[in-house]
Structure formats: C-alpha cells, structure tokens
Nanobody, 125 residues
Framework: EVQLVESGGGLVQPGGSLRLSCAAS????????MAWFRQAPGKEREGVAV????????VYADSVKGRFTFAQDKAKNMLYLRMESLEPEDIGMYSCAASSAVYCFKLVPAVFYYWGRGTQVTVSA
C-alpha cells in the first residue's frame, strides 16, 4: 500500500521560503503520478503541482508558477516542494498525493487515491 508522510511546514514571514518533503513508500516510482495539494480554512482543496509517471513533466497552478518548484528524488522515494516568495494567500495544509489512474497528470483531487496527512504552512508577519 502506498504511504505518504509530509514534513517541513511551519510559520514563515511574507516573502520567506520553505521546503516541504514527502516520504513515499509502497510503490514503484514510475507507476504513479505525484502531486501536492493545499487546503486553506473554509476553502476547497486546491492543486499546487503535479508530476507525471516518468517524472519528466510538471504542471503548476497559476497561483504558484514561478515561485514553487516540485522535485522528485526517485532513489530516495522523496518528493519536495520548494516554496519561495510566500504570501498570506499560500496559507494552508499541504498534502502530497499519488495516483495510478490512467489520466492522472492533472491537478484534480478526485483523481488521486493516496494521500498523506499533510503539513501546515502559515505565512504571517
């Protein structure tokens, strides 16, 4: 069974940076699409970035494009989300997710079967 465990969240000032990590296990690295989602209080879950099965293509939400970088270390079964120039609008619970669906290369929560518990990111002065 696929297991995902996030870490690295915390409190950061506006304009600051954080790197989130996701330790993944129980799967073959080339068989799944991997993604980061976030959910702010009172809002729906939002896709942040998704990487395809081969780890070649990455798509970012418009709201984070140019500020966030999704990286995958297949040898270590680790996923990373580097977040820069953080804004209060980036506050939320960040979760990594995995999917074996045929058309999984999309930022749609319903496509993803496996989820971590999340790590909280707060941006405040």
């Amino acid at each position: 069974e696929v297991q995902l465990v996030e870490s690295g969240g915390g409190l950061v000032q506006p304009g600051g940076s954080l790197r989130l990590s996701c330790a993944a296990s129980g799967y073959t690295s080339s068989s799944l699409c991997m993604a980061w989602f976030r959910q702010a209080p009172g809002k729906e879950r939002e896709g942040v970035a998704v990487i395809d099965r081969g780890g070649v293509r990455t798509v970012y939400a418009d709201s984070v494009k140019g500020r966030f970088t999704f990286a995958q270390d297949k040898a270590k079964n680790m996923l990373y989300l580097r977040m820069e120039s953080l804004e209060p609008e980036d506050i939320g619970m960040y979760s990594c997710a995995a999917s074996s669906a045929v058309y999984c290369f999309k930022l749609v929560p319903a496509v993803f079967y496996y989820w971590g518990r999340g790590t909280q990111v707060t941006v405040s002065a």
